[in-house]
């Protein structure tokens, strides 16, 4: 099984920045497919962006400019560089790896709040 661990949570006013990085294992990780959810008190879990194994990325609408997604295969870590955070943004971040040919993985969380 791939295990897989967020980090980088954390308590940010708005307008500040956040760095989340997720690491999994595996010796086959940089043929993973990445991808970041997150999920608000009361909502359905949204996806938030993807970045194949050949670096091409993907961001929902909503966090399109703002977020960046990039992956160190180096370090079996791929990361959501988040800017300009707005309260509307606090909510679980869980990272989702898709090894080819199998189910995908789920980290348990990390808690990102945005208020003043």
């Known amino acids: 099984q791939v295990q897989v661990v967020e980090s980088g949570g954390g308590l940010v006013q708005p307008g500040g920045s956040l760095r989340l990085a997720c690491a999994a294992s595996?010796?086959?990780?940089?043929?993973?497919?990445m991808k970041w959810y997150r999920q608000a008190p009361g909502k359905e879990r949204e996806w938030v962006a993807t970045?194949?194994?050949?670096?091409?990325?993907d961001y929902a609408g909503s966090v399109k400019g703002r977020f960046t997604i990039s992956r160190d295969n180096a370090k079996n870590t791929m990361y959501l560089q988040m800017n300009s955070l707005k309260p509307e943004d606090t909510a679980v971040y869980y990272c989702?790896?898709?090894?080819?040919?199998?189910?995908?993985?789920w980290g348990q969380g990390t808690q990102v709040t945005v208020s003043s």
């Open positions: 970045i194949t194994p050949g670096s091409i990325t």
């Open positions: 595996g010796s086959a990780f940089a043929m993973y497919v």
């Open positions: 989702n790896v898709v090894p080819f040919a199998q189910r995908g993985y």
